[in-house]
């Protein structure tokens, strides 16, 4: 025996590598960065009565921020509640030509890399081979994506374009126009409203917000996979801030990014809780208690725990994929009993009724319609854009080995497509029940109950709404475990192999303050808040537009 | 031959608290005349020890070559790349048994407190899994 007494130190070198002084390429030739910075450099660590390993910064920071920020939004939401819905109202309202400018740069951007050579960079290296099956992956960035709003908007957005294009225009006193209305509306033609409405819809689910979670997760994917930085938002800051990014510069974005994530789910958490509890309510006469929705919360938090615990391909995948299986059920139902015909031929009509409106809907400057311009689509887009870093890092984390070319066709092209099947199959349904049958029910319903009524006119009700709640509620554990995972990750200064206690504790945390702010009030002012992250990370989306063409020009095509 | 085949896993990020089990692991493997393959596991992301799967190999299999010089067979290394390494390990350390026809591990593992009820440490996990001898060094 070498060591004779097992008290003293071990004597084996540990210091590995010595000679190997270049780091190989990933998979073929791709520009490394060289960089000072070491991952888990700024770390503190522990091994012993509670496993951790955590960005010291990052972490104090965003989990003493987000305790406090829950607190005073609690204790003041009188206060605050006005305070920060006037500033997302400002944004929108005066903002709204940048949101919308920045919204077509991204989209333009994205189509342009679809066609140009570079499209051919692997993300990973040109060897490099793709992580996850087409099906899998495809379910991942779907159901982190939009998932929830889609059961929400699917039916109701079509629904409220369209009343607002039949009402026409109308013109306040001091000229600027009242209505809400897209464009110029479609005064009493149902037919064009119809398709106006259709377009609109679209609009804001289609192109722009995949184009803008594509933007943020291809640049993490390439300065991850083919330039060794670590997977946090700040390194798609490398190309302009240089080293400075690993010191408060990038402290600071990744430190909202954890803001916006958390304060996003947290509040959809408890805004989807009050709309499944309406659902459920409509269905069952459960009431929508206090108790109710903190058992919903509860609930939604517990599986998705369960699904952070057992990992991205036995919970999150999984989940995501059981999820899309469900979805496609629902739509294939509403397309069979709905107006089967009027759907698929709405399908391909909706599709050039999109492409004719585009350029009219996405013009940045001189909007006519200035109610639906900032109230929905700057909106939207803001909503989007404070959205990106959570869905951009998730998507990014499970796209490695494709190319760029595929992976935007993956992220912007199919999901458009799908949103327009799925738009036209739920609102095309409501519209036909309300044009033909004149069946108002839809339209006299409350949001969340407008997917129910419409259901309710197709045969096995009972069924399909019970689909209907089990997705709601499944598309937020996707939501919720995935986002779970990114915050753990940045806060863990972009290690992924942190200690498994951390994403329990960021998946409680979730759920923590959404049951807080739905007691104590403020879940509308902190929505506010999440909402109005999109106003600088817009600028950071900007800045991620260059530093992807930069990256990109260096790489093995 | 009480072993023909020990795997000895190895945390590079933490390489600095692994003495102890190396050297048992270095030990046994002579008593034996065993051969000894070292398994790593990274993600595909840059991390602590590596940038990426490549580099992460090439600094395990160099590690090897170090560690295998005066073992009766030297010694072989073998990396494993996860998608989700935290929840993903140890059933990787499971079918790494398999893989490499190991007849024994010996791993490092920190000694057990009040919250490995609920988390079970790495090594404690896969002495209670493997259906080879496994050797926790604490």
């Known amino acids: 025996m070498r060591n004779e007494n097992p008290s003293t130190e071990a004597d084996v070198d540990l210091t590995v590598q010595t000679e190997v002084v270049a780091i190989p390429a990933p998979e073929g030739r791709t520009e490394i960065i060289e960089t000072d910075y070491e991952i888990g450099r700024d770390n503190i660590a522990s091994s012993w009565k509670l496993e951790f390993d955590i960005h010291q910064v990052v972490f104090t920071v965003s989990a003493l921020g987000v305790l406090a920020f829950t607190f005073l939004t609690m204790a003041f939401h009188e206060e605050l509640e006005p305070a920060f819905i006037g500033l997302r109202g400002w944004l929108t309202g005066n903002l709204d030509w940048f949101f919308l400018l920045s919204g077509n740069i991204f989209v333009l951007l994205s189509l342009f890399l679809i066609f140009s ?5 692997r993300l990973g290296g040109p060897e490099a081979e793709p992580s996850f099956s087409y099906v899998g992956w495809f379910s991942m960035l779907f159901a982190a994506g939009m998932g929830i709003g889609l059961m929400f908007y699917g039916v109701s957005e079509p629904m409220s374009h369209f009343d607002s294009a039949m009402g026409g225009i109308s013109v306040g006193e001091d000229g600027v126009r009242t209505d809400w209305a897209p464009l110029g509306g479609a005064e009493g033609d149902v037919a064009e409203a119809a398709r106006l409405g259709m377009a609109a819809t679209i609009f804001h689910w289609g192109l722009h917000p995949w184009a803008i979670y594509a933007v943020v997760a291809l640049a993490l994917a390439l300065f991850s996979y083919n330039k060794g930085l670590p ?8 190309p302009i801030f240089g080293e400075r990014v690993w010191g408060w510069p990038g402290h600071i974005i990744d430190i909202l990014a954890i803001f916006s994530t958390i304060f996003g789910l947290a509040t959809s958490l408890g805004i989807g ?64 009993f709905g107006p089967t015909m009027e759907i698929i031929s709405g399908v391909f009509s909706n599709l050039i009724a999109y492409g004719e409106y585009l350029p009219a809907l996405s013009m940045p400057f001189q909007r006519e319609d200035a109610n639906f311009a900032s109230g929905w689509t700057a909106f939207y887009w803001a909503w989007w854009i404070s959205w990106s870093p959570f869905v951009g890092m998730f998507i990014a984390r499970v796209s490695r080995g494709r190319t760029v070319r595929e992976f935007l066709i993956a992220v912007l092209i199919v999901p458009t497509i799908l949103s327009v099947i799925w738009m036209t199959a739920m609102g095309g349904t409501a519209i036909d029940q309300l044009v033909n049958d004149g069946f108002t029910g839809v339209q006299d319903a409350a949001l969340e109950l407008k997917l129910f009524e419409m259901l309710a006119q197709l045969p096995l009700t009972g069924l399909t709404s019970l689909v209907g709640i089990i997705l709601v509620i499944v598309f937020f554990v996707t939501s919720s475990d995935s986002g779970s995972l990114v915050i753990d990750a940045v806060a863990a200064g972009g290690k992924v192999n942190a200690p498994t206690p951390q994403r329990v504790f960021w998946t409680i945390s979730e759920g923590l303050v959404a049951i807080a702010l739905l007691l104590g009030g403020g ?35 | 031959m009480w072993y023909k085949h020990i795997m000895l896993p190895i945390d590079l990020e933490h390489a600095d608290r692994m003495g102890k089990a190396i050297e048992t692991a270095l030990a046994l493997t002579v008593q034996f005349g065993a051969k000894l393959t070292i398994v790593g596991v990274t993600s595909e992301l840059p991390g602590v020890s590596a940038h990426n799967p490549a580099e992460f190999e090439e600094k395990l299999s160099a590690l090897a070559q170090r ?51 609920i988390w079970p440490s790495h090594g404690g996990k896969m002495a209670s899994h493997a259906d080879i001898s496994v050797f926790v060094v604490r």
């Open chain 1, 117 to 121: 050579p570079l499209g051919k960079v």
């Open chain 1, 231 to 238: 997977l946090t938002l700040r390194s798609c800051f490398y």
């Open chain 1, 273 to 336: 809780a009050q709309q499944s509890a309406a659902g459920l309510n409509f269905l069952f006469g459960l009431s929508t208690s206090n108790t109710i929705l903190i058992t919903l919360i509860i609930a939604i938090t517990a599986v998705a725990l369960v699904s952070v615990v057992a990992g991205l391909d036995a919970g999150v995948k999984r989940l995501s994929e059981i999820n899309m299986a469900l979805a496609a059920i629902l739509l294939f139902f509403v397309i069979a």
């Open chain 1, 523 to 557: 879940l509308a002012a902190s929505q506010a808040m999440a909402v109005s992250t999109g106003l600088p990370f817009t600028i950071v989306l900007l800045g991620a537009c260059y530093a992807i063409v930069r990256g990109l020009l260096n790489e093995a095509r």
């Open chain 2, 67 to 117: 560690l295998g010089e005066g073992l009766p067979h030297g010694a072989q290394s073998k990396t494993y790349v996860a998608h989700d390494p935290t929840a993903q390990l140890d059933a990787i350390l499971l079918d790494a048994v398999k893989d490499v026809e190991a007849d024994l591990v010996v791993m490092a593992s920190h000694i057990p407190n009040a919250l490995n009820a």
